[in-house]
């Protein structure tokens, strides 16, 4: 499948209130391919989606096929994740605190079941802010917790993707041999190298590649502080080098998804668009 034909959308970058809605802002991107964001499908509401009630989403998938529209992909999310600061994300994003481990696995449990039934192959998410030092308790305790995940993710035939960004890639790698899991990978975002200060992006691509099953199209530009955000910005006018970035992929003959990421700004499907256009000159 050539590279064009492998673009997709994260369904949360289109802000989508219900599924028709979703389906509307898709075909507005001339994109047919999608990744959707799992939680609705099995919360009542949730933070993307702030109408996104569950009979907004009843059946979506059907719905999505329906209008021609393939899901390559899901995304979960955990409880109480706070964006608003490196600070709040630190302390409350993915699998890390313990607080809300407990409601944590049952979503993790409801992502993997909902993915299962809809017959996706890859679901992607925040760990969360792994230790660099490995004799750290707190990394045996996220290396516990991502097998224990992962394990009944595997039961499912689903593979479980983490986000890059929020560790570097040596961490990152070192993390992936302790967990051990074969169908633990990356799904790699490379402006999240730069908006969390991890290292630049083509570089840390070259050290993840052998566990890249998805990549994020996305650009940013990083912050001069450290320990403050980044800035998001259009594919094309950040700091990531897209030619030695797509070099990389062609070097390494990869062959899993584009799936275009717009956070920020309010012409998002005007952005996408232009990411798109990217992603086909460059592939």
């Given amino acids: 499948m050539s ?40 919360e009542a509401g949730d933070g993307r989606h702030s109408e996104g009630a569950r009979d907004a989403w009843a059946g979506a998938a059907q719905k999505l096929a329906l209008a021609g529209i393939e899901i390559v992909s899901g995304m979960m999310t955990t409880k109480g994740e706070n964006y608003s600061s490196h600070e709040t994300i630190r302390a409350t994003g993915g699998i890390n605190p313990d607080w809300n481990w407990e409601a944590n696995i049952a979503t993790a449990h409801q992502a993997a079941a909902v993915a299962a039934a809809l017959g996706l192959k890859r679901v992607s998410f925040h760990a969360g802010f792994i230790p660099h030092d490995m004799e750290n308790p707190r990394f045996s305790l996220l290396v516990e917790r991502s097998r224990e995940i992962a394990t009944f993710f595997k ?125 086909e000159k460059m592939g």
């Fill in 3 to 42: 590279t064009p034909s492998r673009i997709a959308v994260c369904s949360w970058s289109l802000q989508p209130k219900s599924a028709e809605d979703l389906i509307a802002k898709v075909k507005e991107t001339g994109l047919s391919r999608v990744q959707l964001y799992l939680n609705p499908l099995f």
């Fill in 155 to 279: 039961e499912k035939g689903v593979d479980l993707l983490l986000e890059t960004g929020q560790e570097d890639a040596t961490s990152l790698t070192h993390y992936l041999h302790a967990v051990g899991m074969s169908n633990l990978g990356v799904n790699f975002d490379p402006a999240n190298m730069l908006l969390y200060g991890m290292g630049e992006p083509v570089a840390a691509l070259e050290k993840l590649m052998p566990y890249t099953r998805q990549i994020h199209i996305k650009d940013a530009n990083p912050s001069p502080k450290t320990n403050v955000w980044g800035s998001e910005e259009v594919v094309g006018t950040g700091k990531v080098d897209w030619k030695k970035f797509f070099a990389v992929l062609k070097k390494a003959n990869y062959a899993g998804d584009y799936v275009i990421e717009r956070e920020a700004g309010t012409t998002r499907v005007a952005d996408i668009v232009k990411a798109k256009k990217l992603v």
